[in-house]
């Protein structure tokens, strides 16, 4: 079954966008940049809500600039190929390879879980995320921990009071300020 990653930056004190709707503190540095591309190379869709959506825009005509470097020109193919299902009660359509939801996202989840495949599904939003979250649906979380505190913002972490026992897969240096950690949710066994 394909499991369902949630990546994104995140400041030391929890949040991915700060108090003022800021994200000019996550900028990437080189390496980070790699990481990202190399995520978004093992992904087979990726869910994400209208903001997301349109902050990403720009990666579909980005190849078009002649001034952008090979590592920032291959993020831009890899974007641009990559499905994508948009989740949103004001837009009437999308651009590039997505797609508008046609359900919720307990359904699209469950569906993109039946298909063929065992690339991961991405999901991106913090409202979204957190709906999935609530739903029991997020697998894994990625978070690359900047070395900021916001004081506030927009959580990673839903805040729905519902305890989530993780298991730590991975943590490692990336770059000179970021931490990678990688955690897979543990799930009671299912009775057959």
Known sequence: MRSVTFSMNVSLDGYIVGPDGGLDWGAPDEELFRF????VRALGVHLMGRRLYETMLYWETADQDPSLDAPTLEFAALWKALPKVVFSTTLSEVEGNARLASGGVVEEIERLRAEPGESPIGIGGATLAAEAAAAGLIDEYRARVCPLLLGGGIPFFPRDER?????????RVVGPRVVFLHHRVLREPKDE
Request: hydrophobic residues 40%.
């Open 36 to 39: 990202a591309t190399d995520e």
């Open 163 to 171: 305890r989530v026992d993780l298991e730590l897969v991975e943590s």
